[in-house]
């Protein structure tokens, strides 16, 4: 069975503050997915990452592939209240199917 | 694009009447939709994997008879849940796989459904 372990579970900081998220995992995966879901929504895609060692920006958050495709990391510089929500990291099976496995997410609150 | 819309955003019913919770990509086709379950503060759990045309792949432990899953269009999949009880209360949240204009097996997810049942 493959599982995604994530961590922290939560995250409490401060605006201004940097902080980085894991996802670690002893399975490869053929694509990784982070998602950002606020209360009562469903979740929204922020990025893919495919390729071992691939890092991608999206304004402040960076996200990471290792170089095994076995883990990601997403950073976040100078966090701001309006990043307060729940950062699941998802990770693609092979096959055509589309299947994910989800992490458990991390909560994370921004106080200004 | 790829949008995904989720119908009705939140109902509340009866114990032992029946739910239907429709999903609709808006914008593109999808020949695979999941459906999911999240109870409050965790994950999502993936509840069955929904393909056009044919009956859904469930996971283990969700009950098919419990939860009938119905894909009779590439843009529409439907989630009912039947005699409903009070521990079927949740957050039901549907995806859909893109269409091939994207490469990565990435799902759009809809607002999901809040369900409670009294």
């Known amino acids: 069975t493959q599982l995604l372990e994530q961590s922290p579970q939560f995250l409490s900081i401060q605006e201004g503050e940097n902080l980085t998220v894991y996802c670690n995992s002893s399975?490869?995966?053929?694509?990784l997915q982070w998602y950002r879901q606020e209360p009562g929504e469903g979740p929204v895609l922020l990025v893919t990452?495919?390729?071992?060692?691939e890092v991608k920006k999206l304004k402040r958050l960076t996200f990471q592939f290792g170089d095994a495709r076995k883990d990601s990391s997403l950073h976040i510089t100078a966090a701001q209240p309006g990043d307060t929500g729940l950062y699941l990291c998802?990770?693609?099976?092979?096959?055509?199917?589309?299947?994910?496995?989800f992490g458990k997410g991390t909560k994370l609150s921004v106080k200004p | 694009g790829a949008v995904v819309s989720q119908h009705p955003s939140w109902v509340i019913c009866k114990s032992g009447t029946s739910v239907k919770i429709e999903c609709r990509s808006l914008?593109?086709?999808?020949?695979?939709m999941f459906w999911y379950r999240q109870f409050p503060k965790q994950s999502l759990m993936l509840m069955a994997t929904?393909?056009?045309?044919?009956?859904?792949?469930?996971e283990q432990g969700v009950e098919k008879d419990k939860f009938l899953i119905n894909h009779a269009s590439l843009t529409l999949s439907t989630l009912t849940v039947t005699s409903a009880h009070p521990e079927d209360s949740s957050f039901y949240i549907c995806?859909?796989?893109?269409?091939?204009?994207?490469?990565?097996?990435?799902?759009?997810f809809g607002p999901g459904t809040r369900l409670t049942v009294l």
């Open positions: 995806s859909a796989l893109g269409d091939g204009r994207l490469t990565y097996n990435e799902q759009f």
């Open positions: 399975s490869v995966f053929s694509s």
């Open positions: 990452v495919v390729t071992g060692g």
């Open positions: 998802a990770g693609a099976r092979g096959g055509s199917q589309g299947n994910l496995i």
């Open positions: 914008d593109f086709q999808a020949t695979t």
């Open positions: 929904s393909n056009e045309g044919s009956k859904a792949t469930y």
